[in-house]
């Protein structure tokens, strides 16, 4: 050990950074958890409530809890969903690139233009897109005979709004897979080649072991997202036809701005929440996991 | 911000835990072990297990047994020293 005075002082400089965060997200946070526990009839006058708010929304035989059910389950498939056609398809993207060569910087910027895109713009452009008036999308499967309305139909609206989330954010999934596989050193392939391995089997055996890391953060940060979307669903379907693409997050804005539930919109909040931090907490658990093994 | 006394333990509480923890990590520190859960935790790891856990036994309880919240109160506690034990 070197013998260098160990001086912690350094630690109050984070001090501005936590006054911000108290005031940003703690404060605030607080006051969901006050608001959760009580009722009001306006006029900044609250009173206690106990945990009436919590029984409502999970007992699925009433109407914030049927609400709240539905909600929770739309927005858990449509997660899945994103990650079972984002996850593959990025990587798929991803093998298909050139490793080397001139064209990569152009190909990586077109690849990265849909992210940066802000998301109410994406919103309208889909929303557009997808009218069967107008929009290329919907007139054009309207004239090839197929169905297709946004506002009418729930298949529809599902579809339109997977659509655009892949459009928007398989990028990301394909830039971190890329960044994975160039990581890969050519000694791996090279061996693979002598050893006369197939395409399948180098992917299996080489390319994807290799990109576990970066899958697991693809993973977490499509799951966060699509688990918290809320401004282009707002734009293109508004929640509807009826409450086919109401996700938890429309649904709170609902409940909380809309109807000025505050209580049953804090016990919402926090139960949504808890599962994010579970999420969280468990991939980031996996993740310094695998560094770890890495390293022992 | 509507604070009632309720709340206040709630959050008084979990600021002292922060601050027991940061004391003990200071004055005794400690290696990761590893336990049940299968990988290495510190006491930071285990505290945030168990009010976790405790959030969810809560949740449950009152999506499917409901009555006095004493209960669940002792089954986060047993589950709080469990974790501490053997995660």
Known sequence: MPDKPLNNKAWFLVLPVLGFVLFSSLVPMMTVVNYAFQDTMGQNHFFWNGIAWFRHLLDPSTDSGQRFAGALTRTLLF??????????????????????????????????????????????????????????????????????????????????????????????????????????????????????????????????PKLHRVLVIAVLLRFMESFMIYTEPFVVTGGGPGEATSFLSLDLVKTALGQLDLGNAAAMSLVYLLISLTVCWVFFTAMTQIDRRREG | MAWTWQTGVFFALLALALVVMSLLAIYRPEVPRRGILGFATTRGDRLFVSVLGGAYIFILWMRFGGGSLWYPLAGTILFGIAMFRFA
């Open chain 1, 79 to 208: 997660s899945l969903a994103v990650l079972a056609i984002e996850i593959p398809l990025g990587i798929a993207v991803a093998l298909c690139m050139p490793r080397h060569g001139r064209a990569i910087g152009p190909l990586l910027v077109v690849i990265a233009l849909p992210m940066l895109i802000p998301w109410n713009v994406v919103g309208t452009m889909w929303q557009i897109f997808a009218r069967q008036d107008i929009g290329l999308l919907g007139a054009a499967l309207n004239g090839l005979g197929i169905p297709f309305n946004d506002t009418q139909y729930p298949v529809s609206a599902w579809s339109t709004i997977l659509m655009m989330d892949v459009w928007h954010w398989t990028s990301m999934v394909v830039l971190l897979c890329y960044a994975g596989l160039r990581a890969i050193p050519d000694a791996f392939y090279q061996a693979a080649r002598i050893d006369g391995a197939r395409r399948w089997a180098v992917f299996i055996n080489i390319e994807l």
